[in-house]
């Protein structure tokens, strides 16, 4: 994959060039219909994904938490932590993602990996 192409999703695009060449030699492509489940809450997680091209919904037991599009991803937490994935996702609309399994980010460089994990940090709310 083209590193350019990952500098523009906002998890990559931070990356010293030289890691983000390693990330994009290990990442894969991969294209979703409309309403392809593409992530089951509860599954074993492997696998990071962000999105180039579309729009998916998060769905945690029956309630829709959030809508993702180009330069959203998830799948990190299960990743990075390996646990179990914590919410579905469900394709809105046809998409192009960006795929990284936790074996490929390890032997990406451990850049990436503190990214990704500064990043669901971020995501967290603060402990009150």
């Known amino acids: 994959m083209d590193a350019e192409r990952l500098r523009a999703i906002p998890v990559f695009a931070s990356l010293p060039e030289e890691t983000l060449k390693e990330v994009a030699v290990f990442a894969s492509e991969s294209s979703v219909a409309a309403g392809t489940r593409i992530v089951n809450e509860g599954d074993y997680a492997h696998e990071?994904?962000?999105?180039?091209?579309?729009t998916a919904d998060v769905i945690r037991g029956e309630e829709r938490i959030a809508t993702l599009g180009p330069g959203d991803f998830f799948g990190e937490i299960g990743v990075v932590e390996k646990s179990l994935r914590t919410a579905s996702v469900v394709a809105t609309s046809p998409m192009r993602l960006v795929v990284l399994t936790r074996w490929e980010l390890k032997r990406a460089g451990s850049d990436a990996l503190e990214r990704i994990r500064a990043t669901i940090q971020e995501r967290r709310p603060a402990a009150g």
């Not at 990071?48 to 579309?54: P, Q």
């Open 48 to 54: 990071l994904m962000a999105i180039e091209e579309g």
